[in-house]
């Protein structure tokens, strides 16, 4: 059974640092792309950054490209949102997701995500 398991969030001020894990089990990952995904109170869902899984190839929303940077480690199965310079308009309920990729490529909408995380709060004060 897949299990995706986030944490990391918190209450951090702006301008600060926080990250997110998500820790996978279940299945081997090797053909899958992870993501991140954050939902805003009154807001849909949105993508933020993706990984694949193999190679390691990534892909950011133009909202957090250079601010935020997403990582992997292989040895824990576990997939890392480095989020800097943080921003009132980051506070959202992040998600993590999997994806098994059609032809390797990296995509961004939530539909093509079998599996998702229970999502962890992140607050950025003013």
């Known amino acids: 059974q897949v299990q995706l398991v986030e944490s990391g969030g918190g209450l951090v001020q702006a301008g600060g640092s926080l990250r997110l894990s998500c820790a996978a089990s279940g299945r081997t990952f090797s053909s899958y792309a992870i993501g991140w995904f954050r939902q805003a109170p009154g807001k849909e869902r949105e993508f933020v950054a993706a990984i694949r899984w193999s190679g390691g190839t990534t892909y950011y929303a133009d909202s957090v490209k250079g601010r935020f940077t997403i990582s992997r480690d292989n040895a824990k199965n576990t997939v890392y949102l480095q989020m800097n310079s943080l921003k009132p308009e980051d506070t959202a309920v992040y998600y993590c997701?999997?994806?098994?990729?059609?032809?390797?490529?990296?995509?961004?909408?939530?539909?093509?995500?079998?599996?998702w995380g229970q999502g962890t709060q992140v607050t950025v004060s003013s």
């Open positions: 997701a999997a994806d098994a990729l059609n032809r390797g490529l990296i995509r961004t909408s939530e539909r093509y995500y079998a599996y």
